[in-house]
């Protein structure tokens, strides 16, 4: 079984930056497909960013070049640096992570493992 554990939301004002981790515990990642995920109350999740355990990585298109997907296998960690920020970026953020081996790294239902959510609000 694996933890993971998001932290690093909070209150930005638009064009400002937060970095997001998610610390997982039980297991080590390093073999691990992990995504970013984010979710409006309302609507459905979206995939953000994916990282493959040999360092792959996805981007949706609303986000490409304004956020960075990054781990740390040693740290059993996982970031996501996001830059440039608008209130469309306003949402709960999740990570996920599986040990299979999956063809996409886009879609919620090839993760079996999931945080809790870190909010993120963008906001002047």
């Known amino acids: 079984q694996v933890q993971l554990v998001e932290s690093g939301g909070g209150l930005v004002q638009p064009g400002g930056s937060l970095r997001l981790s998610c610390v997982a515990s039980g297991r080590t990642l390093s073999v691990f497909a992990l995504g970013w995920f984010r979710q409006v109350p309302g609507e459905e999740r979206e995939f953000v960013a994916g990282?493959?355990?040999?360092?792959?990585?996805s981007y949706a298109d609303s986000v490409k070049g304004r956020f960075t997907a990054s781990r740390d296998n040693a740290k059993n960690t996982v970031y996501l640096q996001m830059n440039s920020l608008t209130p469309e970026d306003t949402a709960v953020y999740y990570c996920?992570?599986?040990?299979?081996?999956?063809?996409?790294?886009?879609?919620?239902?090839?993760?079996?493992?999931w945080g809790q959510g870190t909010q993120v609000t963008v906001s002047s």
């Open positions: 996920a992570a599986t040990a299979r081996t999956i063809a996409t790294l886009t879609r919620s239902w090839a993760y079996d493992y």
């Open positions: 990282i493959a355990w040999n360092g792959y990585t």
